[in-house]
């Protein structure tokens, strides 16, 4: 406790406190703008999703049934593209840059490349927009060769163009941060030795000092480990050697194992996404060129299975750090909590295959892959949750917007988790698939989960950002409104889907009509929720610095001062 | 409670002894263990539904298959009957092609071809419009989509294209009847 300056020990507590070492304006800046676009495209993601509420509550007609249909199809290309894309992405790769210099404590490798990333990822989810009011509805998971027929006056050719382009671009956008974030990781001195404060039993759940937490990566040096020594440990890899070994390979804090896990799968996962493209645009300039549509779809969920663990990684590996922070404990080196991390690397990208359960051509091997990686999955995530559970069980955690989200977003990805290997277990998913059950995973998973831990994440980065806090009120009622929405709609979801009510169907039959209304009335709960946190974060950001806030950076800067001789300061972007 | 080293160790209460008992004997360790054992459990429970292996023992089963072929287009369904077989290989065929005529109890094998886009030839569990699906499979265009199945009661089952496959997607709705045994 800070005697001195009391609001400082519940600042930190509030938002978390980051590590000291000092990352770029340029990147700050940067991240700063990763943030606010995320939350621009995800208020042109929910109007889309309202958009389909509405025309299924039969609220919505336009001119016609064909042209009213014609815009549910087009929200929901859009909406799910821009939702993945121009939200979780650009949300994932603004706070992977910051997280991972931070805890490497260097400069990434290029901010060039992390300045192409942005741009290429706006420019998608503009060219996305665009697709989307020229009314193409090829789906969001783009199931070719649907994009080339749209029939009975639907969208035009160049719709779909764009929309390829959209995709191309999200692509190019996306191996720029991969490898970026590879290359930051492998080359150069990195932030590593954590293991060495490797508990002894009962040591796990030591009280913080700040000063005698070893785990602290603010005291962890910055070492040149060779390649095949970092290869190891910023896979986690170096967890399951044996006690002995585990102590002499120096280990990367687990935030930059989670992001570089990250990174490779879904630069690995890439690869089928430019593989289905390349097949769509050879189609589009000869159609003689007949494809293999299968392989086509299988390579496009090469990379679309890694895509959703993507938006999920990298929060997941900070929330080790953060919650520990929240329940003043020392952030040790925790095995269990790295041995996660090779399995995640391995089914994260196999597990696509389950997207092809009922592709009854797909080669026998595939239908092998696709069960035991829809299975095996869910092993680091059992351990994941048992990690967590042990930090938060009887831990006093401090209750703020920022852990609450957090912590409720590891609950919306465990229950997700389950009606996922329900949904990955082929007995049940030939009853399953195609129905809103599905629908429900997703939303469970991603909005419930991955959506909220990032939104955790923004509410305690933005005060090391911009050193303001976001007003706790107007958190209070996104909290709030978020959880009652989300959850609502992702529960209906997956209970329609137990009767039957079909996914992606712009019709619903009056036996099921009682449903929309609800539908609609958790989106706008949503809805509501995101635009209160969009006022709050431009409020915030529009205002001058208070004087208590003042203080805490008055403080930071004091206290690395008082411990510069015991703190191992990173590398300088300079 | 702090705990420190074991030397001056501090006796421990309520929730802080059983979470400094659960890291003391390896509770992570025996749970990560429980959880593959459950995994691989599942995945043996789940084998024989795996459609290549469901199929063959519908085959080795059934007497009779009786084939019907679908074709799937922008936004309709096409059933043509193309009779029975004693076994996969048999050539002497009873057909009938003017009118579909399964009967319950039959194997069906259900060959599907798309003409254009990806649909998904779901056979629903009643007459409704829309219910839990008896069976589902993908029509991926340029491959024959087989998929096998016995109906056990007679009736008339909703078939609902179960992918969208444009704007006339909710219209591309059949049926097909299953007589009495």
């Known amino acids: 406790m800070n005697k001195d300056n009391p609001l400082l ?124 009011i020229m009314f193409f509805g090829g789906g969001w998971y783009n199931l070719m060769p649907l994009a080339f027929h749209p029939q009975n006056g639907g969208w035009n050719i160049f719709s779909t163009v764009l929309f390829l382009m959209a995709d191309t671009s999200i692509g190019i956008g996306l191996v720029f941060f991969c490898v970026n974030v590879i290359a930051t990781v492998l080359k150069g001195n990195i932030a590593a030795g954590v293991q060495l404060s490797e508990p002894d039993e009962g040591g796990l759940f030591r009280a913080s000092s700040d000063i005698n937490d070893s785990g602290r990566i603010d005291l962890i040096p910055m070492i040149n480990l060779p390649a095949s020594t970092r290869w190891v440990s910023a896979l986690g890899i170096s967890s399951w050697f044996p006690r002995k070994y585990r102590k002499a390979v120096p280990a990367v804090s687990i935030v930059v194992v989670g992001i570089f896990v990250n990174a490779v799968a879904l630069l690995s996962g890439t690869v089928g996404l430019f593989t289905q493209l390349g097949m769509g645009f050879g189609y589009l300039l000869n159609p003689d060129f007949q494809p293999n549509w299968l392989l086509a779809k299988d390579a496009f969920w090469f990379f679309g299975h890694p895509i959703v663990y993507f938006t999920l990684f990298s929060f997941l590996a900070a929330a080790y750090y953060y919650i520990p922070k929240f329940t003043k404990k020392t952030v040790p080196y925790d095995k269990w909590a790295y041995r996660s991390w090779p399995f995640y690397f391995v089914f994260a990208v196999l597990v696509f295959s389950h997207h092809s359960y009922m592709d009854m051509p797909n080669p026998v091997f595939v239908q092998t892959v696709a069960t035991i990686a829809s299975q095996a999955v869910i092993f680091p995530s059992g351990l994941t949750v048992m990690t967590i559970m042990m930090y938060l069980l009887r831990s006093k955690i401090r209750w703020n917007i920022s852990s609450f989200f957090i912590v409720t977003g590891i609950a919306g990805w465990v229950y997700g988790g389950f009606t996922g290997a329900q949904t990955g277990w082929w007995g049940t998913d030939v009853y399953l698939h195609n129905t809103l059950n599905v629908v429900g995973h997703i939303h469970l998973v991603i909005l419930m989960g991955s959506v909220l831990l990032g939104i955790g994440l923004v509410y305690g980065v933005i005060a090391d950002l911009t050193k303001k806090r976001l007003g706790k009120t107007l958190g209070m009622v996104h909290l709030l409104t978020t959880i009652t929405g989300g959850f609502g709609l992702a529960f209906m979801f997956t209970y329609l889907g137990l009767f039957g009510v079909i996914r992606r169907e712009a019709i619903i039959p009056d036996q099921f009509m009682w449903a929309m209304p609800w539908l609609l009335f958790f989106a706008l709960t949503v809805g509501f929720g995101q635009i209160t946190f969009a006022y709050n974060l431009f409020k915030t950001l529009g205002r001058k610095t208070t004087k208590e806030e003042q203080l805490f950076v008055t403080n930071q800067e004091e206290r690395a001062s008082s411990e510069k001789d015991l703190i191992h300061t990173g590398e300088s972007s300079t | 409670m702090v705990l420190s080293t074991k030397s001056n160790h501090v006796s421990l209460k309520g929730f802080d002894k059983i979470k400094y008992e659960l890291n003391k004997y390896h509770a992570e360790r025996y749970w990560g263990i429980f959880v593959a054992v459950l995994l691989i459990w599942f995945w043996i429970l789940g084998y024989p539904w795996m459609p290549p292996v469901a199929f063959d023992s519908a085959l080795l089963q059934s007497q009779n298959i009786h084939t019907v072929g679908v074709t799937a287009g922008q936004w309709y369904w096409m059933l043509d009957d193309r009779g029975s077989y004693q076994n996969a290989n048999d050539t002497n065929v009873n057909t009938n092609n003017n009118q579909l005529y399964v009967k319950a109890g039959e194997t069906v094998k259900f060959i599907a071809r798309s003409i254009d886009v990806n649909h998904g030839f779901g056979v629903l569990s009643s007459s409704n419009q829309m219910d839990v699906p008896l069976f589902q499979m993908q029509v991926v265009p340029g491959f024959d989509n087989i998929f096998y199945y016995t109906f056990k009661k007679p009736g008339i089952y909703t078939i609902r294209c179960l992918e969208y496959c444009g704007w006339n997607h909710p219209y591309m709705v059949s049926s097909i009847t299953i007589h009495a045994a």
Request: proline share 2%; hydrophobic share 50%.
């Open chain 1, 9 to 132: 020990d519940e600042y930190n507590l509030e938002n978390g406190p980051a590590p000291l070492y000092r990352i770029s304006k340029d990147l700050s800046d940067l991240t700063l703008m990763f943030i606010i676009s995320s939350v621009v495209f995800f208020l042109a993601a929910g109007t889309l999703a309202i958009i389909m509420r509405t025309v299924q509550s039969k609220l919505i007609l336009l001119g016609n049934q064909q042209q009213t249909i014609g815009m549910f199809y087009a929200a929901l290309t859009a909406h799910g593209q821009l939702m993945f894309f121009g939200f979780a992405s650009m949300l994932t790769v603004g706070l992977s840059y910051y997280l991972l210099s931070k805890f490497a404590k260097k400069p990434l490798y290029s901010m060039k490349m992390s300045i192409i990333s942005y741009s290429l990822m706006n420019a998608a989810s503009v060219l996305l927009v665009v697709s989307a």
